[in-house]
Protein backbone atom coordinates (compact mmCIF):
# COMPACT_ATOMS: atom_id res chain seq x y z
CA UNK A 1 0.00 0.00 0.00
CA UNK A 2 1.38 3.06 -1.23
CA UNK A 3 1.37 5.93 1.80
CA UNK A 4 0.90 9.76 0.53
CA UNK A 5 3.15 11.68 2.60
CA UNK A 6 1.87 15.71 3.88
CA UNK A 7 4.81 16.88 2.09
CA UNK A 8 2.94 15.10 -1.43
CA UNK A 9 -0.40 15.86 -0.59
CA UNK A 10 0.36 20.09 0.46
CA UNK A 11 2.76 19.65 -3.03
CA UNK A 12 -0.21 18.45 -5.06
CA UNK A 13 -2.30 20.98 -3.52
CA UNK A 14 -0.07 24.07 -4.25
CA UNK A 15 0.43 22.93 -7.54
CA UNK A 16 -3.14 22.89 -8.51
CA UNK A 17 -3.45 26.29 -6.68
CA UNK A 18 -0.48 27.58 -9.45
CA UNK A 19 -2.81 25.95 -12.13
CA UNK A 20 -6.15 27.76 -11.38
CA UNK A 21 -3.89 30.94 -11.01
CA UNK A 22 -2.82 30.00 -14.84
CA UNK A 23 -6.26 30.18 -15.94
CA UNK A 24 -6.43 33.01 -14.10
CA UNK A 25 -4.06 34.95 -15.64
CA UNK A 26 -5.62 33.53 -19.31
CA UNK A 27 -8.91 35.39 -18.27
CA UNK A 28 -6.96 38.76 -17.11
CA UNK A 29 -5.22 38.75 -20.29
CA UNK A 30 -8.60 38.80 -22.44
CA UNK A 31 -10.00 41.42 -20.45
CA UNK A 32 -6.56 43.44 -20.85
CA UNK A 33 -7.08 42.74 -24.66
CA UNK A 34 -10.94 44.01 -24.68
CA UNK A 35 -10.73 46.90 -22.54
CA UNK A 36 -8.55 50.30 -23.35
CA UNK A 37 -9.39 51.38 -19.85
CA UNK A 38 -7.11 49.22 -17.67
CA UNK A 39 -4.48 51.57 -16.30
CA UNK A 40 -6.14 51.69 -12.85
CA UNK A 41 -7.29 48.24 -12.58
CA UNK A 42 -3.26 47.09 -13.39
CA UNK A 43 -2.19 49.54 -10.78
CA UNK A 44 -4.54 48.18 -8.25
CA UNK A 45 -3.35 44.64 -9.21
CA UNK A 46 -0.30 46.10 -9.09
CA UNK A 47 -0.06 47.16 -5.32
CA UNK A 48 -1.56 44.06 -4.55
CA UNK A 49 -0.13 42.34 -0.86
CA UNK A 50 -1.94 39.67 0.63
CA UNK A 51 -0.15 38.35 4.13
CA UNK A 52 -0.49 35.22 5.98
CA UNK A 53 0.49 33.75 8.83
CA UNK A 54 0.32 30.38 10.80
CA UNK A 55 -1.16 29.31 13.85
CA UNK A 56 1.46 30.50 16.35
CA UNK A 57 2.78 33.58 14.11
CA UNK A 58 6.21 32.23 13.70
CA UNK A 59 5.86 31.53 9.31
CA UNK A 60 4.41 34.79 7.80
CA UNK A 61 4.20 35.33 3.76
CA UNK A 62 3.65 38.19 1.71
CA UNK A 63 1.99 36.95 -1.69
CA UNK A 64 1.64 39.70 -4.71
CA UNK A 65 -0.22 39.27 -8.08
CA UNK A 66 0.04 36.69 -10.12
CA UNK A 67 1.08 34.38 -6.66
CA UNK A 68 4.16 35.79 -7.07
CA UNK A 69 5.89 35.74 -3.50
CA UNK A 70 7.29 39.56 -1.92
CA UNK A 71 8.21 38.35 1.29
CA UNK A 72 8.50 35.19 3.82
CA UNK A 73 9.91 36.08 7.44
CA UNK A 74 10.53 33.44 9.95
CA UNK A 75 10.72 33.67 13.91
CA UNK A 76 13.43 31.64 16.00
CA UNK A 77 10.40 29.15 17.27
CA UNK A 78 10.31 28.56 13.15
CA UNK A 79 13.85 28.24 12.65
CA UNK A 80 13.96 25.73 15.94
CA UNK A 81 11.51 23.14 14.35
CA UNK A 82 12.77 19.77 12.19
CA UNK A 83 13.27 20.89 8.67
CA UNK A 84 9.81 18.74 7.81
CA UNK A 85 7.96 20.71 10.35
CA UNK A 86 8.54 23.60 9.19
CA UNK A 87 8.57 23.00 4.81
CA UNK A 88 5.24 21.88 6.07
CA UNK A 89 4.28 25.37 7.97
CA UNK A 90 6.29 27.30 5.06
CA UNK A 91 4.26 25.38 2.39
CA UNK A 92 0.63 25.91 4.34
CA UNK A 93 1.38 30.05 4.50
CA UNK A 94 2.64 30.49 1.49
CA UNK A 95 -0.71 28.64 -0.24
CA UNK A 96 -3.13 30.89 2.43
CA UNK A 97 -1.27 33.68 1.05
CA UNK A 98 -1.65 32.91 -2.62
CA UNK A 99 -5.06 32.04 -1.91
CA UNK A 100 -5.86 35.75 -0.65
CA UNK A 101 -4.08 37.30 -3.22
CA UNK A 102 -5.86 35.71 -5.74
CA UNK A 103 -9.55 36.77 -4.04
CA UNK A 104 -7.63 40.52 -3.83
CA UNK A 105 -7.31 40.11 -7.44
CA UNK A 106 -10.74 38.54 -8.80
CA UNK A 107 -12.53 41.50 -6.51
CA UNK A 108 -10.74 44.18 -8.43
CA UNK A 109 -11.48 42.79 -11.61
CA UNK A 110 -15.21 42.26 -10.63
CA UNK A 111 -14.96 46.07 -9.77
CA UNK A 112 -14.32 47.16 -13.03
CA UNK A 113 -15.27 44.35 -15.48
CA UNK A 114 -18.68 43.66 -14.65
CA UNK A 115 -20.58 39.90 -16.00
CA UNK A 116 -17.09 38.06 -15.61
CA UNK A 117 -18.13 36.35 -12.43
CA UNK A 118 -14.38 35.47 -11.67
CA UNK A 119 -14.89 36.10 -7.73
CA UNK A 120 -17.18 33.43 -8.00
CA UNK A 121 -15.26 31.15 -10.15
CA UNK A 122 -11.98 31.58 -7.38
CA UNK A 123 -14.17 31.15 -4.96
CA UNK A 124 -15.74 27.98 -5.95
CA UNK A 125 -12.36 26.16 -6.60
CA UNK A 126 -10.47 27.29 -3.56
CA UNK A 127 -13.68 26.10 -1.61
CA UNK A 128 -12.90 22.46 -3.18
CA UNK A 129 -9.21 23.43 -2.25
CA UNK A 130 -9.44 24.01 1.45
CA UNK A 131 -12.50 21.96 1.72
CA UNK A 132 -14.97 25.18 3.21
CA UNK A 133 -18.03 27.05 1.48
CA UNK A 134 -17.99 29.42 -0.88
CA UNK A 135 -19.73 32.00 1.22
CA UNK A 136 -16.83 31.27 4.10
CA UNK A 137 -14.56 32.21 1.65
CA UNK A 138 -16.42 35.67 0.49
CA UNK A 139 -17.09 36.75 4.04
CA UNK A 140 -13.55 36.87 5.12
CA UNK A 141 -12.76 38.47 1.63
CA UNK A 142 -15.35 41.19 2.96
CA UNK A 143 -13.62 40.93 6.48
CA UNK A 144 -10.23 41.91 4.87
CA UNK A 145 -11.84 44.54 1.76
CA UNK A 146 -9.52 47.47 2.43
CA UNK A 147 -11.92 50.57 3.38
CA UNK A 148 -11.68 53.55 1.06
CA UNK A 149 -12.02 56.82 2.21
CA UNK A 150 -15.18 58.76 0.67
CA UNK A 151 -14.26 61.68 -1.82
CA UNK A 152 -14.82 64.83 0.44
CA UNK A 153 -17.86 67.10 -1.03
CA UNK A 154 -16.48 70.01 -3.32
CA UNK A 155 -15.98 73.33 -1.39
CA UNK A 156 -19.02 75.53 -1.92
CA UNK A 157 -18.29 79.22 -3.34
CA UNK A 158 -19.17 82.51 -1.86
CA UNK A 159 -21.73 84.06 -3.14
CA UNK A 160 -22.78 87.70 -0.79
CA UNK A 161 -26.47 87.93 -0.93
CA UNK A 162 -27.63 91.35 -2.06
CA UNK A 163 -31.10 90.34 -2.16
CA UNK A 164 -32.04 92.52 1.41
CA UNK A 165 -29.46 94.90 0.99
CA UNK A 166 -30.22 99.02 -0.23
CA UNK A 167 -27.99 99.98 -2.53
CA UNK A 168 -28.78 103.62 -1.44
CA UNK A 169 -28.00 102.74 1.93
CA UNK A 170 -26.50 105.39 3.46
CA UNK A 171 -24.02 103.13 5.27
CA UNK A 172 -23.12 101.93 1.72
CA UNK A 173 -23.51 105.06 -0.13
CA UNK A 174 -19.56 107.07 -0.77
CA UNK A 175 -19.84 110.16 1.75
CA UNK A 176 -18.96 113.74 0.18
CA UNK A 177 -16.45 115.43 2.03
CA UNK A 178 -17.75 117.72 4.84
CA UNK A 179 -16.51 121.23 4.25
CA UNK A 180 -14.65 122.83 7.71
CA UNK A 181 -16.71 124.51 9.69
CA UNK A 182 -16.08 128.80 9.04
CA UNK A 183 -16.15 131.55 11.88
CA UNK A 184 -19.02 133.22 9.71
CA UNK A 185 -20.76 130.55 8.89
CA UNK A 186 -20.34 131.35 5.02
CA UNK A 187 -18.54 128.89 2.97
CA UNK A 188 -14.70 128.02 2.45
CA UNK A 189 -14.79 130.30 -1.06
CA UNK A 190 -16.38 132.99 0.89
CA UNK A 191 -13.91 133.03 3.64
CA UNK A 192 -11.41 132.98 1.90
CA UNK A 193 -12.45 135.89 -0.04
CA UNK A 194 -12.78 137.65 3.15
CA UNK A 195 -9.58 136.80 4.02
CA UNK A 196 -7.83 138.01 0.27
CA UNK A 197 -9.38 141.74 0.69
CA UNK A 198 -9.08 142.11 4.41
CA UNK A 199 -4.96 141.74 3.67
CA UNK A 200 -5.11 144.11 0.85
CA UNK A 201 -7.23 146.16 2.77
CA UNK A 202 -4.25 146.08 5.83
Not at 125 to 154: D, K, N, V
Not at 155 to 182: G, M, N, R, V
Amino acid sequence: MIKVTTEERVSAEFERLVAEFERFQSKMKKVDDQLANVGRMQSEIAAIEASASNSDRSVTVVAGPGGAIKDIQLTDRALAQQPQALASELMSTIQQAVAEAARQQAGIVDEHVAGLGVTDQVLETQAQLFGTSPEALRERMEQQRPTRQPSPPPEEEYHEDYSQQDFLDADSAPQAPTPPPSSSGGSAGDEFLRNLFGEEGH
